[in-house]
């Protein structure tokens, strides 16, 4: 068996992270790079020594597999294209605006085994392997994503860009049914939702608070979690988990006052800090080419826009 080809559709932002990545995993070779900018598609092929075009169906036929990382609104037609011509897809986040039509591309690709992956780029975080595996009957979670205002993209709310990345790893980690939802949200400089505070409660009785900006000055990406006898803090960007446990507690009275002491034992944990993306595209390729089970059912895939698209109708009419 010769290289894999590999292709990507859509070179702005997020796009050229997947061409960059595919010229880095070992048997694959970058074979098509397309946008509807004709310049982009220039520069990057001249670059990395590729074929570029304008139109992706000129990529039919040359490519095994494919990323798809244009606006949401053209999520569906453009991977629909690909699945039907036999290329697996992986499809950036979110997969689309309709939780119909995302199940429909599902659906489409299991019944021609095909494989379709949904980028979300956080599970393959070495912090987040790690964290599933010390979490257990989880009480509390509690996560920041926020950071300034930029233009990549216009195309989606706060909800959909960045709030879904923790609404899909909480759901992996709490393992029981979501029960209730609220959220509210409001619009700053966008027409869009641009700060989201939502908070879950499931079966379990675990809670979970989810607060997502994008016209915050500092840029922080961080989740906690309060499970029986521990603390548990990961920090997104840096890839580090700390533990806390309680050691002990005493009180001490004098004539004076009463005092209360507290110590901890806080546990570094050893994070294998690996690009996240070529991770997730590895994962993609094994799946699509070797046959690798994804690991996640197409329900699990779809729960996270599920919850996403329930939040947006909730803080919409306060928008």
Not at 59 to 67: E, H, N, Q, R, T
Not at 238 to 251: F, L, P, V
Request: charged share 25%; net charge negative.
């Amino acid at each position: 068996m010769g290289k894999i080809r590999a292709g990507v559709v859509g070179v702005g932002h997020m796009g050229r992270y997947h061409v960059s990545a595919y010229t880095e995993i070992r048997d694959v070779e970058l074979t098509a790079v397309c946008d509807s900018d004709p310049e982009k598609v220039r520069q990057l092929a001249d670059y990395y020594h590729t074929w570029g075009t304008t139109d992706f169906r000129e990529m039919f036929g040359k490519v095994d597999l494919v990323s798809i990382a244009v606006p949401t609104a053209m999520h569906v037609p453009v991977a629909r294209e690909f699945l039907e011509a036999g290329i697996h897809v992986l499809l950036e986040k979110p997969i689309a605006h309709s939780f119909a039509d995302a199940h429909g591309l599902f659906t489409y690709a299991l019944e021609h085994d095909l494989a379709l992956q949904i980028g979300h780029v956080e599970r393959f975080n070495g912090a987040i392997q790690e964290l599933k595996k010390i979490v257990e009957n989880p009480i509390y979670f509690e996560s920041r994503r926020i950071g300034p205002y930029t233009s990549r993209n216009s195309d989606d709310g706060v909800v959909l860009d960045l709030l879904i990345h923790d609404i899909d790893i909480v759901l992996q980690l709490v393992g029981s049914p979501l029960v209730e939802t609220q959220a509210m949200g409001r619009r700053v400089v966008s027409g869009r939702d641009d700060i989201v505070s939502a908070q879950l409660r499931f079966e379990s009785g675990c809670l979970a608070h989810l607060v997502a900006s994008r016209v915050s000055e500092e840029k922080s990406r961080t989740l906690t979690v309060t499970q029986p006898g521990a603390y548990i803090s990961l920090d997104y960007t840096d890839q580090e988990i700390h533990i806390h446990r309680q050691a002990r507690s005493e009180a001490q009275v004098t004539t004076e006052q009463l005092r209360y002491k507290q110590e901890s034992i806080i546990e570094r944990l050893f994070v294998y800090k690996g690009n996240p993306l070529k991770l997730e595209l590895q994962h993609f390729i094994d799946c699509a080419m070797k046959g690798q089970k994804t690991g996640v059912s197409p329900e699990d895939e779809l729960h996270s826009l599920r919850v996403a698209l329930d939040i947006l109708d909730r803080i919409k009419p306060g928008l």
